[in-house]
């Protein structure tokens, strides 16, 4: 009788204990905003009018060294969501649909199997589907939704900043506003020319942010009305920098930094930093908040996830931030960098792509890079504006303890080349032990996953250190033989990157001619396209066009991206394959996306490099 009087208040203990665990979990509430810089008030922005996230700051914590890990949406959020970085899923290009691992499980499942309600309002945008991995998903869902008691785990994010909006003037995006801030009145960064153009678009981008701040109250408001406002542990963030030129897509400090700033109520500040200071200036990644979040909710996090809870008092502090560039749109790129606190290095894999290309994104509707161009054509354009358009170095390191703006390359002056070194050997060595599926060109990287993760590819069948060796070519060739080694190789993405190499070569092309010829019969299709294209666009032979037109007729949607934008990037020798775009390529991605695509990824891509095609034929 005794033993069974024992045996029944221990199970009471432990339902006691799970039950207390339950009800004391605090509730976790993200919100976030799109392309936004560190410029609320808190920040000590001049200008800025954000009276809601500075009085949740004055009361919590603001983080003054954090970094979206990317510097565009997709990849960005796929490292808040997976606490990975996306260059080990392959989530690391914009937009994608990557297969993941089947075991790989994410923020919001794992919190809901430890009974945690999870919505997200609404955008996901990871490069995977996100089917099935929230409770409540979509333009409805709210914390509001769950079972009584239930502690939640909240999303909701606001798309009023975004660049889409940023570079238009639609008065109905700031008609709620009172005030609004004068062109005159804003600060420009000394990249920007000194137009009215640039300040009302600067201007109205700060309008935008007084804009979201409004949201910010009525998501607390909604807290104070059904009493959970200490209960929460409230972020707010942005997913990068600006919607604007050398901001978003660049890999730098300008559009890799972002704001944030957390609310700890009293029932949970054993939680918070154990800091005097409001501004934390530890070294944050996008990867580091998922882990962070589910030690807040007493999850426990796998070991998978990339990152580190930086909520620990004591715990070592990141010593690095890692960032990465890749395809954004319908313009390639492949850039990395690390960032030690002071020092930014950035290696750029592909030089010879300025920032600015020829593309559709870059030329209409976007009033910012309207007046670029506009100054452009105009010469009027200050030097450092005009950078934006022309090839990129190879390497940047940056002291922003000294040059915050970002605008002295120290890479090749003498007394810092010891830094430089030892940050891209940092850097090299991250891109190995993380599993870098950058490394492979993207049409390459997919078809090797048909059977596989992406994940489980770039371990398992990509010679990742021989691909790292031959990217490390691109801008340091000097004579062919250099690249025999890795132009022979097995491995087709080791072939890819010693074609990038001559690619970005700025020499005498006709004595490497035979490569290229040899390398437009290799057996992987996106190194044919690439060698074409170098025979067309720097050798000037047309012959070689008949290789692209075979090129758009596969049937894999990323290998027929890069066979689109080849095109694109030839100009007006492409003109014998206009009637075939329009007549066979146009009809296999049209579908209702904006009118004409059948989805927001490739088709789209593909459609956007072939109508900028159909424009340098005209």
């Given at each position: 009788?005794?033993?069974?009087?024992?045996?029944?208040?221990?199970?009471?203990?432990?339902?006691?204990?799970?039950?207390?665990?339950?009800?004391?979990?605090p509730?976790?509430?993200?919100?976030?905003c799109?392309?936004?810089?560190?410029?609320w008030?808190?920040?000590?922005?001049?200008?800025?009018?954000?009276?809601?996230?500075d009085?949740?700051?004055k009361?919590?914590?603001?983080?003054?060294?954090?970094?979206?890990?990317?510097p565009?949406?997709?990849?960005a959020?796929?490292?808040?969501i997976?606490?990975?970085?996306?260059?080990?899923?392959g989530t690391?290009?914009?937009?994608?649909?990557?297969?993941?691992p089947?075991?790989?499980?994410?923020?919001?499942?794992?919190?809901?199997?430890?009974?945690?309600?999870?919505?997200?309002?609404a955008?996901?945008?990871?490069?995977?589907?996100?089917?099935?991995?929230?409770?409540?998903?979509?333009?409805?869902?709210?914390?509001?939704?769950?079972?009584?008691?239930?502690?939640?785990?909240?999303?909701?994010?606001?798309?009023?900043?975004?660049?889409?909006?940023?570079n238009?003037d639609?008065?109905?995006?700031?008609?709620?506003?009172e005030?609004?801030?004068?062109?005159?009145?804003?600060?420009?960064?000394?990249y920007?020319?000194?137009?009215?153009?640039?300040?009302?678009?600067?201007a109205?981008?700060?309008?935008?942010i007084?804009?979201?701040?409004?949201?910010?109250?009525?998501?607390?408001?909604?807290?104070?009305?059904d009493?959970?406002s200490?209960?929460?542990?409230?972020?707010?963030?942005?997913?990068?920098?600006?919607?604007?030129?050398?901001?978003?897509?660049w890999?730098?400090?300008t559009?890799?930094?972002?704001p944030l700033?957390?609310?700890?109520?009293?029932?949970f500040?054993?939680?918070?930093?154990?800091?005097?200071k409001?501004?934390i200036?530890?070294?944050?990644?996008?990867?580091?908040?998922?882990?962070t979040?589910?030690?807040?909710?007493?999850?426990?996090?796998?070991?998978?996830?990339?990152?580190r809870?930086?909520?620990?008092?004591?715990?070592?502090t990141?010593?690095?931030?890692?960032?990465?560039?890749?395809?954004?749109?319908?313009?390639?790129?492949?850039?990395?960098s690390?960032?030690?606190?002071?020092?930014?290095?950035?290696?750029?894999?592909?030089?010879?792509?300025?920032y600015?290309?020829?593309?559709?994104?870059?030329?209409?509707?976007?009033?910012?890079?309207?007046?670029?161009?506009?100054?452009?054509?105009e010469?009027?354009?200050?030097?450092?504006?005009l950078?934006?358009?022309?090839?990129?170095p190879?390497?940047?390191?940056?002291?922003?303890?000294?040059?915050?703006?970002?605008?002295i390359?120290?890479?090749?002056?003498?007394?810092?080349?010891?830094?430089?070194?030892?940050?891209r050997?940092l850097?090299?060595?991250h891109?190995?032990?993380?599993?870098?599926?950058?490394?492979?060109?993207?049409?390459?990287m997919?078809?090797?996953?048909?059977?596989?993760?992406?994940?489980?590819?770039?371990?398992?069948?990509?010679?990742?250190?021989?691909?790292?060796?031959?990217?490390?070519?691109?801008?340091?060739?000097?004579?062919?033989?250099?690249?025999?080694?890795?132009?022979?190789?097995?491995?087709?993405?080791?072939?890819?990157?010693?074609?990038?190499?001559?690619?970005?070569?700025?020499?005498?092309?006709?004595p490497?001619?035979?490569?290229?010829?040899?390398?437009v019969?290799?057996?992987?299709l996106?190194?044919?396209v690439?060698?074409?294209q170098?025979?067309?666009?720097?050798l000037?032979?047309?012959?070689?066009?008949?290789?692209?037109?075979?090129?758009?007729?596969?049937?894999?949607?990323?290998?027929?991206?890069?066979?689109?934008?080849?095109?694109?990037?030839i100009?007006?020798?492409?003109?014998?394959?206009?009637?075939?775009?329009?007549?066979e390529?146009?009809?296999?991605?049209?579908?209702?996306?904006?009118?004409?695509?059948?989805?927001?990824?490739?088709?789209?891509?593909?459609?956007?490099a072939?109508d900028?095609?159909?424009?340098?034929?005209?």
């Open positions: 009788m005794l033993s069974r009087i024992v045996w029944v208040g221990i199970c009471l203990l432990i339902l006691g204990v799970d039950f207390v665990r339950g009800q004391s979990r509730n976790i509430l993200w919100i976030t799109e392309d936004v810089s560190p410029v008030g808190c920040y000590g922005d001049p200008v800025a009018y954000t009276p809601n996230i009085r949740l700051a009361k919590g914590y603001r983080f003054d060294q954090v970094f979206s890990n990317a565009i949406c997709a990849p959020r796929s490292t808040l997976t606490g990975m970085y996306a260059t080990s899923l690391q290009n914009l937009r994608s649909e990557i297969p993941v089947e075991d790989l499980r994410i923020l919001p499942e794992m919190l809901a199997a430890d009974g945690y309600f999870t919505s997200n309002n955008k996901t945008d990871y490069n995977f589907s996100a089917e099935g991995r929230w409770n409540d998903l979509g333009n409805k869902a709210h914390w509001r939704n769950r079972t009584d008691g239930q502690p939640f785990f909240s999303v909701f994010n606001f798309g009023i900043t975004h660049e889409g909006h940023a238009r639609d008065p109905a995006d700031t008609q709620n506003l005030k609004k801030h004068e062109p005159s009145s804003v600060p420009l960064p000394p920007y020319p000194d137009t009215e153009e640039f300040r009302r678009i600067m109205h981008q700060y309008d935008l007084s804009v979201f701040d409004q949201e910010v109250g009525k998501l607390i408001a909604q807290l104070d009305e009493g959970l200490e209960e929460t542990i409230i972020f707010i963030f942005s997913d990068h920098g600006f919607g604007l030129p050398r901001y978003k897509r890999l730098y400090d559009g890799l930094r972002v700033v957390i609310y700890f109520p009293e029932k500040r054993s939680m918070a930093p154990r800091s005097n409001k501004g200036d530890d070294l944050i990644g996008f990867v580091d908040f998922a882990p979040v589910l030690a807040i909710a007493g999850t426990n996090t796998p070991e998978k996830m990339q990152g809870n930086f909520l620990v008092d004591g715990s070592p990141n010593a690095l931030i890692f960032g990465y560039r890749d395809r954004a749109d319908d313009v390639y790129d492949m850039s990395r690390v960032f030690d606190g002071r020092f930014l290095f950035i290696r750029h894999f592909m030089p010879q792509n300025a600015i290309q020829d593309a559709i994104i870059f030329n209409r509707d976007k009033r910012s890079f309207v007046e670029l161009r506009k100054l452009k054509r010469n009027s354009l200050p030097a450092e504006t950078k934006m358009f022309q090839r990129k190879v390497e940047e390191l940056y002291d922003l303890n000294n040059d915050p703006q970002e605008l390359n120290l890479a090749e002056v003498k007394d810092y080349t010891g830094r430089r070194d030892s940050l050997r850097l090299f060595d891109m190995l032990t993380s599993f870098d599926s950058g490394l492979m060109n993207e049409a390459d997919m078809r090797r996953a048909q059977a596989l993760s992406v994940y489980d590819v770039v371990r398992n069948e990509l010679d990742i250190a021989s691909a790292l060796k031959s990217a490390d070519q691109v801008g340091k060739v000097r004579n062919p033989d250099q690249l025999k080694p890795y132009l022979d190789h097995s491995d087709p993405a080791v072939r890819y990157w010693a074609l990038v190499a001559l690619d970005a070569f700025e020499g005498d092309l006709p490497w001619r035979s490569f290229l010829v040899e390398a019969k290799d057996s992987s996106p190194n044919r690439l060698a074409a170098i025979l067309i666009n720097k000037g032979d047309w012959n070689f066009v008949s290789v692209l037109e075979e090129a758009l007729q596969v049937q894999n949607e990323p290998a027929l991206l890069q066979a689109a934008i080849a095109v694109r990037n100009g007006s020798a492409a003109r014998p394959l206009v009637s075939k775009i329009k007549s390529i146009y009809p296999r991605i049209e579908g209702e996306i904006w009118g004409r695509y059948k989805s927001w990824s490739y088709p789209m891509f593909i459609g956007m072939l900028q095609t159909l424009e340098n034929c005209q």
